[in-house]
C-alpha cells in the first residue's frame, strides 16, 4: 500500500472512532516529526512538547482535514506552528541569518499565507485553480526530468520552492545571474502554455505580477520536488542510482528541505536503534481525547 492510501485508510478510521487507527498515524509520524522539531526546539523536551500539541491540534481539527492533501505536510505544517507558538512564547528568536540556507523554511513565516487553516479551508474556487497549477507545474518538473535537465530543475528549485534570489541562485550553483533569469523565464512561460492548453481561463490564475509568489505557495504545498521515503531509505543504504542520487544529495544538502532531511534523520534512528513504544504510549494517552465522534 503505498503511503498516501494507507494515510486516507486511517483517516477514515479515525473519524469513525477506531482509536487503534490514531496509534498508527502517531507511530507512523511521530519519528519525523520529532526529527525536525529536535533541530530547531531548544531542547528534547521541548522538541517531545511539540509534536505532541501537534497531534492533540490534529485530534482537535481532524473534520476539517481535506483528504486530498498530503497529511505529512498537513502535520508538518502543524508542528512548524506550534514551534513558532514556543518560540515567541519563550522569546527565542525565529529567523535565523539570511544567509543560513538550513533555515529557509522558518523564514517563510507561517503567517504568509501557508497556514494550517488556509491549507484546510480554502475558497472552492481558488482550490481548484491551485490544483490544476499544482498540476501544471508537475508536469513541468516531469518533462525536465525526463530530458535530463537537472541543472535547470535546480535553478527553479532554488528559486520557486525555496525562494532564493536569482544573484544567490547564480552563485550557489556558479552559473551566470543571466541565465538564472532566462531559465526562470522559459519555465514561467513553459507554465503558462500548459495552462492555456489546459483551460482558456486558467493561465488567470497565474497572474503576471504574482507569478513568483503563487508558484512558490504552490510547490511549497504539495511539495513538487520532494522525495519518497522509499528513496530516501535507498539513498541512505547507498544504492540509489543517478542521476537521482545527485538530486536527492541537492535536495538535502543544497536545498536543505526541511521535511526530507527530518525523514531521513528519523531512517536513520530506525537503523541506528530499536524503538521503544514509550513516546508513541505518551503521544496516544495525551492526544487521544481530543478525538470526537464524528
Ligand atoms: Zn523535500
Known sequence: ??????????????????????????????????????????????????????????????????????????????????????????????????????????????????????????????AQQRHLLADMLRRLIYEMRDRQAFDDLQVIELVFYVGRRNLDVAELLDIDQKAVAGIKFRAIGKLQRYLADASPDAVACLDEAMADVTVAQVWRENRLTCLKRSTLGAYLLGVLEEPWKSFTQFHLDVVGCPVCVANLQDLQAEEDTLRTGANTERMFASSVGFLKPQ
Open 1 to 126: 500500500m503505498d503511503a498516501e492510501k494507507g494515510d486516507a485508510f486511517l483517516i477514515d478510521g479515525i473519524k469513525r472512532g477506531d482509536q487503534r487507527a490514531w496509534r498508527q498515524l502517531i507511530e507512523r509520524y511521530q519519528g519525523r516529526l520529532l526529527a525536525f522539531a529536535r533541530s530547531r526546539a531548544p531542547s528534547l523536551a521541548d522538541a517531545e512538547d511539540v509534536v505532541q500539541e501537534a497531534f492533540v491540534g490534529f485530534a482537535a481539527s481532524i473534520a476539517n482535514f481535506d483528504p486530498t492533501r498530503s497529511l505529512e505536510t498537513y502535520l508538518f505544517t502543524i508542528a512548524r506552528y506550534k514551534l513558532f507558538d514556543l518560540m515567541r512564547q519563550r522569546k527565542l528568536p525565529t529567523q535565523s541569518a539570511p544567509a543560513d540556507a538550513e533555515d529557509w523554511w522558518d523564514r517563510v513565516s507561517p503567517d504568509d499565507g501557508e497556514s494550517p487553516s488556509r491549507l484546510a479551508v480554502t475558497v472552492e474556487a481558488a
